[in-house]
């Protein structure tokens, strides 16, 4: 396969210039595990869940799949996908943390893709990075604790908070 090809597999869907009419909903869910189901049962073919994960996109609260012809509503649990794995690099910028999604979604923790914390449950903060189409990643529980192990406490708005460095750029864990 030649390059150019490959780079076109990887382009982004040209979704603003699809204009498909909705046709409602379809029975998939995204479970909070980042398991892709149809119909009650989970879809086992990777190819196949990263077809529709190519399609994917979220308006407002909701999340569709959107192809040329048609657009329809899915159902996601918590996040669409989860970030699995992660490794620092060396860069102009000191060292930055590239992270990598369940699906192979790989982005450098950035102002582009940040990371965020949802600290509801204080006991249980849940962090969250954002990728492609403004969609989100949970960062897996172990992912989490490892950066607690690099993170360093500081000052914030006058509170202390672990915080994590990437790159120029540095994102709050959570409240200490």
Known sequence: MLTADIEKLDA??????WTPPFCGDIDMVIKADGSWWYGGSPIARERMVKLFARVLLKEGDDY?????AEKV?????DAPFIISQWHLHETDEGPAIEV???????????SSYPLKVDE??????????????GLTALVHRNVYYQWIN???????????HLMLKSGNTEFSLGRL
Request: proline share 12%; no cysteine; hydrophobic share 30%.
């Open 12 to 17: 982004e869907p040209p979704f603003d210039k």
């Open 64 to 68: 569709f799949l959107k192809t040329p």
């Open 73 to 77: 509503r899915i159902q996601v649990e």
């Open 100 to 110: 990598t999604s369940n699906l192979g979604h790989s982005v450098i923790l950035s």
């Open 120 to 133: 509801t449950d204080i006991e249980n903060p849940r962090p969250y990075v954002t990728l492609h189409r």
């Open 150 to 160: 690099i993170a360093t406490p500081e000052i914030k708005n006058g509170e202390e």
